[in-house]
């Protein structure tokens, strides 16, 4: 019987190794080496946010599209958090779901339960990744995430809505700054 249980231990342990090697890669770990269910809000060992992207493939013989999904690196860095994956109480707690593809703030404004998830104190305390990821997706938008997680608390429509400008990059984020797009 114990020889069973230890026999079990080893191989549990063998597949876990297999399965970081894979995740990790030789590298680290590469958003694109990651499986679907692992992608969204994890970070690479670069610091790259992983994304769900939908990539449409056509027969040949078949006019009928078929979609398959892969995770991707993409152009939004996490400032301090590298090689993480998002634990599943997080993704829950935050009102978040793992087969979400791209990344947007379109949520925050129109979906009330989402925002109330984002802004519990479960999700702002226990879950820096997803709240870093949320401040820094509104600041793009001109939204400042702790006014307008104070103003869902408060049930403030006044505050949500207005236009209160969101702090100044070097203010908030001394080691990221905007530089304009070339034309």
Known sequence: MASEMTFAFVILFALFGIQSVLVLGEGGMECEKLPVELCAFAVSSTGSRCVLEKKYSFAADSHEASVEYQCQSSGVMAEKMKEWIESDDCVQACGLQRTCVGMSTDDLSSNSHFTSKLCSDKCQN??????????????????YLPHLCEAHKTRSRRMMYQTAPA???????????????PY
Do not use: F, Q, R
């Open 126 to 143: 226990s879950c820096p990744n997803v709240v870093d990821l949320y401040l820094n997706l509104a600041a793009g938008e001109g939204m």
């Open 167 to 181: 702090p100044t990059v070097g203010e908030v984020y001394p080691s990221t700054a905007h530089v304009p797009a």
